[in-house]
């Protein structure tokens, strides 16, 4: 199977940085995409980020200008540069593998454990 490690959440501080990363293990024959959803307190989880094995990226309207997403195509990894955090970035942070798996024929969606990022004075 695959296995997804996220890393690199914390407690900052308003205006504070922080990276996130995530390396994708196990039986993977091909990788589309990856990318970071998160889960607010209370709310739905969320799209933040997305970024294909091409190289194209994808970010939420919440995020742009602050957040970069980045990727090591032959380490199947993905990372997330967060920039200028606010109080409204905390969330738990899902790293998410969009590919095909060995013994499977379509694509199918993958997803970490999740990493806390908490964002306050």
């Known amino acids: 199977q695959v296995q997804l490690v996220e890393s690199g959440g914390d407690l900052v501080q308003p205006g504070g940085s922080l990276r996130l990363s995530c390396a994708a293990s196990?039986?993977?024959?091909?990788?589309?995409?990856m990318g970071w959803y998160r889960q607010p307190p209370g709310k739905q989880r969320e799209l933040v980020a997305t970024?294909?094995?091409?190289?194209?990226?994808n970010y939420a309207d919440s995020v742009k200008g602050r957040f970069t997403i980045s990727r090591d195509n032959g380490k199947n990894s993905v990372f997330l540069q967060m920039n200028s955090l606010q109080p409204e970035d905390t969330a738990v942070y899902y790293c998410?593998?969009?590919?095909?798996?060995?013994?499977?024929?379509?694509?199918?969606?993958?997803w970490g454990q999740g990493t806390q990022v908490t964002v306050s004075s």
């Open positions: 998410n593998l969009n590919g095909i798996i060995r013994g499977r024929y379509f694509s199918a969606n993958y």
């Open positions: 196990g039986n993977i024959l091909s990788i589309n995409a």
């Open positions: 970024i294909t094995s091409g190289g194209s990226a």
